[in-house]
């Protein structure tokens, strides 16, 4: 095992002393090492008799646990699983022995006789809903949760799993030297006069169908049964909404600009919409990874293991996945779940210097999220910048370079299509584009950069 960092030793500390049958939460940002507080204790346990369970939410995490626990306690032996196809039972009776167990296979166990053993919850949050609570009320003899965002809107994890015992922010680390300090942009782009009006007429729908579900329900329509008409009625005029700002013109300009900044860099871009996504990967050439994709797996890992290159996702970096060397994230949509977006940039900042943006748009439904992660994240101020992008920003295109704009001066003279980065008029080579630029409208009368300053309180 490698030697601990003074945080990690103190979280193992305060664990143990919390009683005869320890159990609470250590809250620590991503990519810090609470994994390894979970293996330091998992070995403790085992010198005393003590087996041990690993629950985890999801296959691929399950994974990662198998090889880390592999490593650094086993030295070879191998780890019973249970779940994502695999039916080890867990090793009530025999020691030492090491369960990794995905929570919707664990669940369903019959603990009945299971003797001395440690509970390990990874990503806890993930694991306090009435189905789940079966788990924690078994007989362990130590029980300790893990997570960055523990907590939760709806349910009080605490009162699962146990107390806080320990936690450690994005500036603590950074001040200890365990991450290296990086950069989150918050980015806002515009909507154009067309889609700022069917934004505003859309958002009249919605105050409507809530007024009507007010009137006859005394209730939001979130609160109705998922099949109740009205709330369907409401979700879809919603989810259109949504669509306008999300696919805005000004994102994909700004997803151009920002795919060439970073070039040759390992770069990750999350949206919301399959279809979008899919759209993006063809014209930028990436690597997909969403639901729908058989192939996810494969492109994820021929990805992680590259140098360079773009991953288009929906999504994947939520929970449970490890990318420790990525260059840049750029969040161009995103669920509106704080705990989401947090969880998904601090698992981007994981071990490295990553280069952050956090897309959106002033006045939309963007903004409740938004705030929550300035306000949440735990960066020193010094490490967020915020600025505006405009419908396209010539201004900044040009900045750092002369003459014509990165895509141009990066793309091989091999007399293949190429699309203006400004208008996104696909041209038929290079020197059709050449043509083109003078007579590009949006690139002749580029919006200037507007420099966002923090309001003095």
Same mark, same amino acid.
């Given at each position: 095992?490698?030697?601990?960092y003074?945080?990690?030793?103190?979280?193992?500390?305060?664990?143990?002393?919390?009683?005869?049958?320890?159990?609470?939460?250590v809250?620590?940002?991503?990519g810090?090492?609470?994994?390894?507080?979970?293996?330091?204790l998992i070995?403790?346990?085992?010198?005393?008799?003590?087996?041990?369970?690993?629950?985890?939410?999801?296959?691929r995490?399950m /994974?990662?646990?198998?090889?880390?626990?592999e490593? &650094?306690?086993? @030295?070879? *032996?191998?780890?019973?699983?249970?779940?994502?196809?695999n039916?080890?039972?867990?090793?009530?009776?025999t020691?030492?022995?090491?369960?990794?167990?995905?929570?919707?296979?664990?669940?369903?166990?019959n603990?009945?006789?299971?003797g001395?053993?440690?509970?390990?919850?990874?990503?806890?949050?993930?694991?306090?809903?009435?189905?789940?609570?079966?788990?924690?009320?078994?007989?362990?003899?130590?029980m300790?949760?893990?997570?960055?965002?523990?907590?939760?809107?709806? #349910?009080?994890?605490?009162e699962?799993?146990?107390?806080?015992?320990m936690?450690?922010?994005?500036?603590?680390?950074?001040?200890?030297?365990?991450?290296p300090?990086?950069?989150? &942009?918050?980015?806002?782009?515009? $909507?154009?006069?067309?889609?700022?009006?069917?934004? !505003? %007429?859309?958002?009249?729908?919605?105050?409507? @169908?809530?007024?009507?579900?007010?009137?006859? &329900?005394?209730?939001?329509? #979130?609160?109705?049964?998922?099949?109740?008409?009205?709330?369907?009625?409401?979700?879809?005029?919603?989810?259109?909404?949504?669509?306008?700002?999300n696919?805005?013109?000004?994102?994909?300009?700004?997803l151009?600009?920002?795919?060439?900044?970073?070039?040759?860099?390992?770069?990750?871009?999350?949206?919301?919409s399959?279809?979008?996504?899919e759209?993006?990967?063809? *014209?930028?050439?990436?690597?997909?990874?969403?639901?729908?994709?058989?192939?996810?797996?494969?492109?994820?890992q021929?990805?992680?293991?590259?140098?360079?290159?773009? $991953?288009?996702?929906?999504?994947?970096?939520?929970?449970?996945?490890?990318?420790?060397?990525?260059?840049?994230?750029?969040?161009?949509?995103g669920?509106?779940?704080?705990?989401?977006?947090?969880?998904?940039?601090?698992?981007?900042?994981?071990?490295?210097?990553?280069?952050?943006? &956090?897309?959106?748009?002033?006045?939309?439904?963007? /903004?409740?999220?938004?705030?929550h992660?300035? !306000?949440? #994240?735990?960066?020193?101020?010094?490490?967020?910048?915020?600025?505006?992008?405009?419908?396209? %920003?010539?201004?900044?295109?040009?900045?750092?370079?002369?003459? @014509?704009?990165?895509?141009?001066?990066?793309?091989? !003279?091999?007399?293949?299509?190429?699309?203006?980065?400004h208008c996104?008029?696909?041209?038929?080579?290079?020197?059709?584009?050449?043509?083109? @630029?003078?007579?590009?409208?949006?690139? =002749? =009368?580029?919006?200037?950069?507007?420099?966002?300053?923090?309001?003095?309180?």
């Amino acid at each position: 095992m490698p030697e601990l960092y003074a945080w990690q030793q103190e979280a193992v500390d305060s664990f143990l002393m919390s009683g005869a049958e320890p159990k609470g939460i250590v809250a620590a940002v991503t990519g810090c090492g609470k994994t390894f507080v979970g293996l330091t204790l998992i070995a403790h346990y085992l010198e005393k008799g003590v087996n041990a369970v690993v629950v985890v939410p999801t296959k691929r995490l399950m /994974e990662q646990w198998r090889e880390q626990i592999e490593e &650094h306690i086993l @030295l070879g *032996q191998k780890v019973s699983l249970l779940g994502g196809g695999n039916d080890t039972k867990i090793g009530f009776h025999t020691s030492p022995h090491i369960t990794v167990a995905v929570v919707n296979t664990l669940r369903k166990q019959n603990f009945d006789g299971m003797g001395k053993m440690i509970l390990i919850a990874d990503e806890v949050h993930r694991f306090a809903s009435p189905r789940n609570k079966r788990i924690f009320e078994q007989k362990w003899s130590a029980m300790l949760g893990l997570s960055a965002t523990p907590e939760r809107d709806d #349910i009080n994890v605490e009162e699962v799993v146990g107390p806080i015992l320990m936690t450690l922010t994005f500036k603590e680390a950074i001040e200890m030297d365990i991450i290296p300090p990086p950069e989150l &942009h918050f980015i806002t782009t515009p $909507l154009s006069n067309t889609e700022q009006g069917e934004y !505003d %007429d859309l958002t009249r729908s919605v105050a409507i @169908l809530e007024s009507r579900c007010d009137a006859e &329900h005394g209730m939001s329509p #979130i609160l109705l049964s998922e099949n109740n008409p009205l709330r369907k009625a409401w979700a879809a005029v919603c989810a259109k909404r949504k669509r306008v700002v999300n696919q805005s013109r000004s994102r994909r300009t700004l997803l151009a600009y920002l795919l060439e900044r970073h070039k040759n860099e390992k770069t990750a871009v999350f949206h919301e919409s399959i279809a979008d996504i899919e759209r993006f990967a063809e *014209q930028h050439d990436g690597f997909i990874v969403h639901s729908m994709r058989p192939d996810g797996d494969p492109q994820f890992q021929e990805w992680s293991e590259s140098g360079d290159g773009v $991953l288009f996702s929906v999504n994947m970096l939520k929970e449970g996945i490890d990318a420790p060397d990525m260059d840049v994230l750029i969040m161009l949509s995103g669920t509106n779940g704080k705990r989401s977006r947090i969880q998904t940039i601090g698992r981007a900042m994981r071990g490295g210097s990553t280069v952050v943006y &956090h897309v959106f748009t002033l006045g939309t439904t963007d /903004e409740y999220s938004v705030g929550h992660v300035k !306000d949440n #994240i735990g960066l020193p101020k010094e490490c967020m910048l915020a600025w505006t992008w405009g419908a396209i %920003d010539a201004a900044l295109v040009e900045r750092e370079m002369e003459g @014509l704009p990165v895509a141009f001066n990066s793309v091989e !003279d091999d007399g293949k299509p190429i699309h203006c980065i400004h208008c996104l008029l696909k041209c038929r080579n290079k020197t059709s584009y050449a043509h083109h @630029l003078p007579k590009c409208e949006v690139y =002749n =009368n580029p919006t200037p950069i507007v420099q966002l300053k923090e309001e003095k309180k």
